[in-house]
């Protein structure tokens, strides 16, 4: 996972455009950006309803030489090599505005492979967790028990972060937990996270 200030992870409001409008303004906008203008770089993005006027596009980028440099160290390495992700640890920063300032808070992030669990205040990281057990073992056609074990297990090792943070930390319990996962997945897991992390998600 790559987490640097040069690796662009970024919110923005553009007008409802057809996919193939987004795909030609994407690459301008990222290039308005200082460090990527004039050199080559890789991006995706993801466009969400926001409006009836309007999309909330999330975009990321990375400069194409660096992700080869990093291609090229983790080959000479030997390891198997399986993906490269940009790191989601500034996914805080493209929650609501209107969020309490002072109030300490959660996000966790569900990928296919593994999750992240942050707890933060204002603009200050508190705990970064990362866990092994992503959507894909979650959600895998097993029978129902073991689903439900599974899910338990993983809801368990947050449950074990939170106290750790309450043991640092007495005076700062976690007040939000923002989820960010696949919406068919979103409601089942937010109801057994609240229920059984007893913070509002």
């Given at each position: ?6 690796v662009l992870i970024h919110q923005q409001f553009m007008p409802r ?167 068919s997945i979103c409601f089942k897991f937010s109801t057994k996270l609240s229920k ?6």
């Amino acid at each position: 996972a790559i987490s640097r200030k040069d690796v662009l992870i970024h919110q923005q409001f553009m007008p409802r455009m057809n996919a193939a409008e987004l795909a030609e303004v994407v690459p301008g906008e990222i290039e308005k950006i200082p460090f990527f203008y004039n050199q080559a770089f890789e991006y995706s993005y993801t466009a969400f309803l926001h409006n009836k006027e309007k999309d909330r596009v999330l975009l990321v980028a990375i400069a194409q030489e660096f992700l080869r440099s990093v291609i090229d160290e983790v080959g000479a390495t030997k390891l198997s090599f399986r993906d490269i992700e940009i790191s989601p640890l500034n996914l805080k920063e493209i929650l609501p505005r209107h969020r309490i300032a002072d109030r300490c808070e959660a996000i966790l992030v569900v990928h296919d492979l593994c999750s992240y669990f942050c707890i933060y205040k204002g603009n200050t990281y508190l705990g970064i967790y990362r866990s092994p057990v992503g959507s894909e073992q979650l959600m895998s056609p097993v029978n129902v028990h073991n689903q439900e074990l599974m899910l338990s297990n993983w809801i368990g090792e947050f449950e074990r972060v939170v106290k750790s943070h309450l043991v640092d930390q007495p005076q700062r319990p976690i007040e939000q937990l923002w989820l960010v996962a696949d919406g068919s997945i979103c409601f089942k897991f937010s109801t057994k996270l609240s229920k059984n992390l007893d913070i509002n998600t």
